[in-house]
């Protein structure tokens, strides 16, 4: 199946994360090209993810080529892009050597643009609330007696991640000083 047939099978799911995320953004008052840009990328991500079990590749090169193209005008940190898309990708990519295969290669791409997109700080964060985030959802799924034919997306967490990341980086960082 095409890529744009896979984007479109899951355009009802996608429009219902996207909504969610634009609401976000109005409340919080971030309303730019590149927040929009990551909203959009974020929604497709999740939304193919959790209905075909795949990240696209071709997703994660529009957006990696989005984020440069704004990093090219927000004059942002280049080194720290790509510090922190390398150790992401290593991460991610050394789970997927333990898991065994049970992450695919896609979420150590989808990692790594996620590192050059929020930087070593909050993409460290980003990491950490994907667990936080998928951890309680597996447990759930099990206690309900489901039975894994698959592995458990993981994209759809790991936007989540990303987008609490960059929406609440600030309050993030004021609530883990406290603990």
Not at 40 to 63: P, Q
Not at 85 to 90: E, P, S, T
Not at 111 to 119: R, T
Not at 128 to 144: G, H, K, N
Request: with cysteine.
């Amino acid at each position: 199946m095409s890529d744009s047939k896979i984007i479109f099978q899951s355009r009802y799911p996608a429009l219902a994360i996207m909504a969610v995320l634009f609401c976000c953004l109005h409340l919080r008052g971030m309303i730019t090209a590149e927040t929009i840009t990551a909203a959009l990328f974020l929604s497709v991500t999740a939304a193919v993810d959790l209905r075909f079990g795949l990240i696209l590749d071709r997703v994660s090169a529009a957006f990696f080529i989005a984020v440069t193209v704004f990093r090219l005008g927000n004059g942002m940190d280049w080194m720290d892009g790509l510090l922190s898309a390398a150790g992401a990708g290593i991460f991610f990519f050394l789970l997927r050597q333990l898991s065994g295969g049970g992450m695919g290669l896609g979420d150590v791409k989808l990692a790594m643009v996620l590192g050059w997109w929020l930087g070593t700080e909050n993409c460290l964060t980003a990491i950490i609330l994907s667990f936080i985030t998928a951890v309680p959802v597996a447990i759930l799924l099990l206690l309900m007696g489901h039975r894994w034919r698959s592995a458990l997306p993981f994209g759809p967490f790991m936007a989540l991640g990303a987008w609490l990341a960059f929406i609440f980086s600030r309050e993030i960082y004021i609530l883990w000083s406290y603990l």
